[in-house]
């Protein structure tokens, strides 16, 4: 998502020799340090029964969160927002449209004072050609 200063770099090369799975991207979410691995290797990095991602979180002290990337705009969009699981997803002259079932889901999505919106618009367009997102 840009440039990378020591830390996040040293986080990547600890993530990386744990779980020896690829990081794409590393950047800090609300206090969250989230992890964009390659496609295919999210369960490499998680682990079996969250055993690297556990040990990854209590040595560096910090909460995180396992993304797979994915070449598709809305796959991707759908593992950035898991475990929340929508209707449906559709992208539309650069905007993205996420339907949730309740208004729960659609809260968590938008979070307090838009927080959770704004930083999944950031991940999106730095990957993808996406000018705005809707939960609906």
């Given at each position: 998502m840009g440039t990378y200063?020591?830390?996040?770099?040293?986080?990547?090369?600890?993530?990386?020799n744990i779980t020896r799975s690829s990081v794409r991207d590393c950047f800090f979410q609300n206090d969250i340090l989230v992890f964009?691995?390659?496609?295919?290797?999210?369960s490499k990095?998680?682990?079996?029964?969250?055993?690297?991602v556990i040990k990854f979180a209590r040595l560096i002290n910090k909460r995180l969160k396992v993304i797979e990337y994915h070449?598709?705009?809305?796959?991707?969009?759908?593992?950035?927002?898991?475990?929340?699981?929508?209707k449906d997803i559709k992208l539309e002259d650069k905007t993205l449209e996420v339907f949730v079932e309740n208004t729960k889901d659609k809260g968590l999505l938008i979070g307090r004072d838009k927080r959770n919106l704004e930083n999944?618009?950031?991940?999106m367009k730095s990957y993808f050609k996406v000018e705005n997102i809707k939960i609906r």
């Open positions: 200063d020591k830390r996040i770099i040293d986080y990547i090369n600890l993530f990386e964009v691995v390659t496609e295919g290797q999210a990095a998680i682990g079996k029964n969250g055993r690297n070449s598709d705009p809305l796959k991707f969009m759908r593992n950035l927002i898991a475990p929340i699981k929508p999944f618009k950031k991940v």
